[in-house]
DNA sequence: ATTACTATTTCCCGAGTAA
DNA sequence: TTTACTCGGGAAATAGTAA
């Protein structure tokens, strides 16, 4: 299946070969190679794009020149900016779900200094301790959480007391419910699925917006673009 | 005539959307109209897209969202990367020619203390006692010209002694025969026409190459691309 | 060698319409 | 309402070939 046309591969050919400051000795046949086409629909195609103005013709002596009008590159500039506001455009993730109740271990966990310090210099604000389960409801959401836990960019060491170890975790700053300052906390040695997302904040969450387990709620994640490209558009491939 | 397929379009218009986070529920008619087309076009263009792995259908009990896969959002991100190279890197516009002798004048003008040290600080080098003339050659160098004349970023102001006025004029640096330091100086009151254009160096050109009246050159300028996309895009639209 | 015409096949689009 | 089928008209692609 052919998602580009022709003619706009031959405008974009004829970009990438600089025909847009000087003019250009091509043949039709070069032209079909590059586009993996006949020789016949290059010709054919050269003057199409020729009688709508995409492209000129200068004929000197034997040879045929081509080169890009002003129109031509302009169509191309259109699209280039269209693209580019998809792709330079920071992205909001939405994680939403439903309030759970988890085993109250969150508050143990998050009260030890050595994570409860960590994430207080790390994450930027004083956690309150405990975390709120969010059981996500869509595909999407559950899409996302994978995503975010191979993006979040806050790591949270383990550490050792000599009786036993804790594992590390991972950190991303999000907005609860839109407005909240708060973080998604991935830890690495869960058991919950991957249909669960914890959060912490420096508020109790289930006291400022009157939380009750069920009750639904989402938390916004904001990506840089950077960000975006290099995991979901390489990691991420399937 | 359409550039863009049906196909392209549409992928363009999810991204657009945010199909590529979050799943969207958009009918064949919605999607029509924004593509300009028809519904079964639209419904057969999704079809298809999907029986491609450019984007997911999923069905949520009566309603379908619609989603862009990884394959789809790669799709679009590669053209904007070809885009990207045409439009963000640097542009090299060359000016060709042969060499001519003027009326001697640029030794008496470029001598003139009031442009010599305008040149010398704002151009960046101390300018030979001379400009060389060149006439060009092709059609491309001329419109390159006349681009560059409205491009050129360094202004030699004029002024008055008295006696007279003497006008301005306006530079832009650039490789002579792609190698050495040199400007091309646009002055304001000149009496050559369109396919002239101007050399100062911060040597004797005619030495240096060993140059006569006739001999082929060229002089070579590098431009920005943000320079070029105000200027070859906008002002010089036709 | 080159470009581009004609003829044939293939593909695309959209009206009509069923489910 | 929705999606997506069939089908006729037309555009696009290419083989053959002229110039």
Redesign the interface.
């Known amino acids: 299946?052919?998602?580009?046309?022709l003619?706009?591969k031959l405008?974009?050919f004829l970009?990438?070969s600089?025909a847009?400051?000087?003019?250009l000795n091509m043949s039709t046949s070069t032209i079909a190679q590059h586009l993996g086409t006949s020789q016949q629909s290059a010709s054919r195609i050269l003057i199409?794009l020729e009688q709508?103005g995409?492209i000129e013709k200068?004929i000197v002596g034997k040879t045929t020149l081509i080169?890009l009008?002003?129109?031509g590159?302009?169509?191309?500039?259109n699209?280039?900016i269209?693209?580019?506001?998809?792709?330079e455009k920071p992205?909001?993730?939405?994680l939403e779900g439903r309030v759970f109740s988890g085993l109250g271990e969150g508050f143990y966990y998050i009260s030890l200094p050595q994570y409860f310090e960590q994430i207080k210099e790390k994450v930027g604000f004083t956690p309150y301790p405990g975390t709120l389960n969010i059981q996500l409801l869509?595909?999407?959401s559950i899409e996302?959480r994978m995503l975010l836990e191979k993006i979040a960019d806050i790591p949270i060491d383990g550490f050792s007391n000599g009786q036993r170890t804790y594992g590390g975790a991972k950190c991303i700053r999000a907005l609860f419910n839109g407005e909240q300052e708060a973080a998604l906390i991935f830890v690495e040695r869960t058991h919950y699925g991957r249909d669960v997302v914890e959060v912490i904040a420096p508020v109790y969450l289930r006291g400022k917006y009157n939380l009750r387990d069920g009750d639904k709620v989402f938390v916004k994640v904001t990506l840089k673009t950077s960000t975006l490209?290099n995991n979901?558009?390489t990691a991420?491939?399937?």
Chains 1, 2 share one sequence.
């Open positions: 299946m052919n998602l580009i046309n003619k706009e405008l974009i970009a990438q600089g847009y400051t000087k003019s199409q709508n995409y200068i080169r009008t002003n129109k590159l302009d169509e191309l500039k699209l280039y269209v693209l580019k506001s998809i792709f992205v909001e993730i939405i869509s595909k999407d996302n490209n979901i558009l991420e491939a399937k």
